[in-house]
């Protein structure tokens, strides 16, 4: 994942590998995922056709939101959280919004409801816990705020205030280069 994102789960199962723990994910469950997560499934199809949205988060939550998931946690922290009914329907009319016809700042006005209520039952601080979070994963991040533009390297080094070459030796000490990357975020939009 290239961005915090939740998985709504429609219809179907599916098996996660999540650290020594094999968990059965299904409709009745909301899976989190911070940024720099690699999840690996096993698809269950005796359990039906398996049907899932994904939502990625590009804003940021205040830090007053992330202390308040904090305090509110409940110390063992799993990526599954129950999809209850207030949580379900804030994703559905998520879901639902013509995000063309509906300006920056009212996205943001219903992404920031739905962070305080995640603040509330102690789990937005899991869909945000990079606190030491690697450039190539803020540059990820960026990029997929607008895949299909074209991205120059030039531009976007200007916009993390470093020079190209720069921007190419952070992505290299990380281990990937900046087409590797762009690519890799066009695919995930692609695939969601």
């Keep these: 994942m290239h961005s915090p994102s939740i998985i709504q789960i429609i219809s179907g199962s599916k098996r996660l590998f999540w650290k020594d723990n094999v ?67 804030i994703l559905n009319a998520l879901f639902s919004f013509d995000q063309y016809n509906m300006s920056n700042e009212t996205r943001t006005f219903w992404v920031m409801g739905f962070y305080q209520q995640l603040a509330e039952i102690g789990a937005l601080h899991q869909l945000f816990s990079d606190v030491n979070t690697l450039f190539s994963q803020k540059l990820s991040r960026y990029l997929s705020l607008s895949p299909s533009e074209e991205h120059a390297l030039e531009t976007i080094a200007i916009h993390f205030a470093m020079s190209r070459a720069t921007l190419i030796r952070k992505l290299k000490q990380e281990g990937t280069q900046y087409r590797e990357l762009l690519v890799e975020v066009r695919l995930n939009h692609a695939l969601s």
């Design 23 to 89: 968990i059965d994910v299904s409709h009745s469950k909301l899976l989190l995922s911070d940024a720099s997560a690699s999840l690996s499934f096993e698809n269950l199809p005796q359990k039906g056709r398996f049907l899932s949205r994904v939502f990625s988060f590009h804003c940021l939550p205040p830090e007053s939101m992330l202390e308040l998931s904090r305090n509110n946690g409940q110390g063992e922290e799993t990526p599954l959280l129950s999809a209850t009914s207030g949580l379900q329907d």
